[in-house]
């Protein structure tokens, strides 16, 4: 499956994005959706993932309460809502998939085979 990334933009503190992943190439509901971010210097980290079919969801903890995972299955996109944006969430945020049965998610980056190119938001402060 092909990923493509997009939404990533400079924005003030405080302010909100929406980043969305459109998929192409193989059937999207065989695949569990993610979200990371990398940092200059930092490990990539996990911060949301989806089941697919949509009803579960998982968030980092230093997250949680400021991302909303989402997709639209009839339309082959995931989107991450982000809310009240810091300068330390300044990253590279990558969409990735990841095979598996229904109702699962994980935070294993390695679990997920498929990535796209990456978007870059920058939080000013």
């Known amino acids: 499956v092909q990923l493509q990334a997009s939404g990533g933009g400079l924005v003030e503190a405080g302010g909100s994005l929406r980043l969305s992943c459109a998929a192409s190439?193989?059937?999207?509901?065989?695949?569990?959706m993610g979200w990371f971010r990398q940092a200059p210097g930092k490990e990539r980290e996990f911060v949301a993932a989806i089941s697919r079919g949509g009803r579960i969801t998982d968030y980092a903890e230093s997250m949680k309460k400021r991302v909303t995972i989402a997709r639209d299955n009839a339309k082959n996109t995931a989107a991450l809502k982000m809310n009240s944006l810091k300068p330390e969430d300044t990253a590279v945020y990558y969409c990735?998939?990841?095979?598996?049965?229904?109702?699962?998610?994980?935070?294993?980056?390695?679990?997920?085979?498929?990535w796209g190119q990456g978007t870059q938001v920058t939080v000013s402060s």
């Open positions: 990735a998939a990841a095979e598996g049965v229904t109702g699962w998610v994980t935070r294993d980056p390695l679990r997920y085979g498929y």
């Open positions: 190439g193989r059937t999207f509901t065989n695949y569990a």
